[in-house]
Structure formats: structure tokens, C-alpha cells
């Protein structure tokens, strides 16, 4: 009898090890989203359902301007479903890879936007500027882009990433009105930003200030003796409170431009780094929403002094 349950038992164990691999269901593989900048990651993020899994190309606080693609980046990108990238010539040396990629829904988040709200430079009107996610209005147009070219490549998403998408959207308004507060707290002639590159100037359209800065709209301009000269001088003369470092720049720069406000007899205050092309590392720097907040009351609490 013993030997007649033992063989039972051991022809159940082969029969459910048989069978185990029909009788599981299969786990679907997530659709694979790649975003070049942490800023860009954290909008997916937000609106993206649990069918999809996001994946940055760009760590925190790296400089998207000067970054080139490693074999490892260019292996992740060949591997997405969709990738997603800023545009306006933000990303440099990625847009060349993208434009061989064969196979993944690539989207370009700003190709809808209206072209006269991209601030250009007036003495080079073919440059545009690509920080422009200090623009809330422009964000709205770029992730309508990104829900709406998602939910034409995979249907099944629309409705839970619309849905996302809209209380993503109401968080964004209670911030912006939240940064417009702080901003009126400071004194309309000290409503300047002084900064290495020009990263700023859609926060300040926005909310109203100015931006002067050493180098244009990307850190790979070159600014000497003159810059230097020339932004002490307005320092000194709009006898502006506080200058500011940046997340993703060396500090040398700004504390030339301290030392040279000093020896003309104005002690501005070198602030300590805004948040400009990466979100930060830190818990209060490491969203897009906190981003906003973390600029807002940095500035505000230095130039209110």
C-alpha cells in the first residue's frame, strides 16, 4: 500500500511540474519609455499607467548640453518602445542617434508649440531657446503631445493616461500660483536673476523678472573678461541683492563676478545653486513641481534680504 501512494505521489509532482508552465499566466512585458532628461522622466511618470516602465537616458545633474551617448545609452534607446525628448535643440548629440533609430514611436515634445512663444535671441533669431519647461502654459502643450501620441500608438492607454494627465496638470496650476505668490513678495526693482547661462528666461517671462547672465542659452558658449566686466558693472549699478550658482555649472564663474562686485565697493550676496537643467538630488529638488517651489523660495528669500 505504501509503495502504491508513493507512486501516486510522485506521478502528482511530475504531472503539476508538467502542466505548471500552462497553468501560469503570463506576465505581459511593460511598454518601455525612454526620456532623455530627469525633468522629462518625472512629466512621464506622471501621467504614464502601470503598463509602462520609464527610464531616463540623463542622470540628475547632468548638463544635457554637452552630453554625449555612451554605448550603454545608445543600447537602452535601441531597446525602447517609445523615446522622448525635449526638442528645441536641447539635447544636442542625442538628436543625431534619435534620427537613425529605426522601430520606436520617437516624440518630440515641442513640436506643437506656438512659435511665438519660444523666446529667441533677438541678435540671432534662429537660436531658440530650449529651457522651456520654466513655462508651465508650454508643459501643458507638451505633455498633451506626449498623452496624445502615446494613446495613438497604444490605444488602451487614452483613458488612464488622459485621466492622469488632468490631475497632473490641477497639481501644476496650485504650484504655479504658489511661485507667483512668493515672487510678488520681492521688491519690483529686485526682481533679477543673475545666473551663469540663460536657463531662466521663461521662469522670468512668466513671472515676472529679469534674467542677465555670462553665457546665452547653452553652456557651451564661451564668455571672457568682457561678460564678466560688463555683468559686474550691472550688478553694481542695479546694486542687485544676490547672483546665483547653477546645479549643472561650475561655480568659478559667479565667484569671479563676486570678487569683482567686491573691489567696485558692492558686496552682493553669491546665492546658492537654482535648479536650471536637471532636477535636483536632493527630496525637496527632485520632482518638477518641487523644482518650481525650490527656485521660487530661493530666490525670493535671497533677494527679499
Not at 537660436?127 to 501620441?149: C, I, M, R
Not at 549643472?248 to 536650471?276: F, H, N, T, Y
Not at 517651489?293 to 533677494?303: D, E, G, P, R
Request: proline content about 4%.
Amino acid at each position: 500500500m505504501r509503495v502504491i501512494l508513493k507512486t501516486l505521489l510522485v506521478v502528482l509532482l511530475f504531472q503539476s511540474c508538467d502542466t505548471g508552465t500552462i497553468e501560469k499566466t503570463a506576465i505581459p512585458a511593460k511598454i518601455k519609455v525612454v526620456c532623455t532628461t530627469s525633468i522629462l522622466t518625472d512629466w512621464v511618470l506622471n501621467i504614464a499607467t502601470e503598463d509602462v516602465a520609464v527610464y531616463s537616458l540623463l542622470n540628475k545633474g547632468v548638463d544635457p548640453h554637452v552630453y554625449k551617448p555612451s554605448k550603454k545609452d545608445l543600447d537602452l534607446l535601441r531597446s525602447a518602445d517609445i523615446i522622448i525628448y525635449h526638442g528645441l535643440h536641447l539635447e544636442g548629440k542625442i538628436i543625431d542617434v534619435l534620427e537613425k533609430i529605426k522601430g520606436p514611436l520617437v516624440i518630440d515634445v515641442s513640436k506643437n508649440f506656438p512659435k511665438s512663444a519660444i523666446i529667441t535671441d533677438p541678435n540671432f533669431p534662429a537660436s531658440q531657446d530650449p529651457h522651456y519647461w520654466f513655462d508651465v502654459e508650454l508643459v501643458k502643450n507638451g505633455l498633451a503631445t506626449v498623452q496624445s501620441d502615446i494613446s495613438a500608438r497604444y490605444p488602451s492607454l487614452k483613458v488612464d493616461t488622459k485621466a492622469n494627465l488632468q490631475a497632473y496638470l490641477k497639481k501644476m496650476d496650485s504650484v504655479t500660483a504658489e511661485v507667483q505668490k512668493k515672487i510678488s513678495t520681492i521688491e519690483q526693482d529686485q526682481r533679477i536673476i543673475i545666473t551663469t547661462h540663460d536657463a531662466l528666461s521663461y521662469f522670468a517671462r512668466a513671472f515676472g523678472l529679469t534674467v542677465n547672465t555670462l553665457q546665452g542659452a547653452s553652456t557651451v558658449s564661451e564668455f571672457g573678461l568682457r561678460e564678466i566686466t560688463d555683468l559686474v558693472n550691472f550688478i553694481c549699478e542695479r546694486r542687485v541683492k544676490a547672483i546665483f550658482l547653477e546645479n549643472i555649472v561650475s561655480p568659478q564663474a559667479m565667484k569671479s563676478v563676486q570678487r569683482g562686485c567686491q573691489e567696485k565697493g558692492w558686496d552682493v550676496v553669491l546665492g546658492p545653486e537654482l535648479l536650471s537643467d536637471s532636477l535636483g538630488q536632493k527630496e525637496d529638488q527632485d520632482t518638477y513641481l518641487e523644482m518650481l517651489l525650490f527656485n521660487a523660495h530661493t530666490i525670493t528669500s535671497y533677494l527679499t534680504r
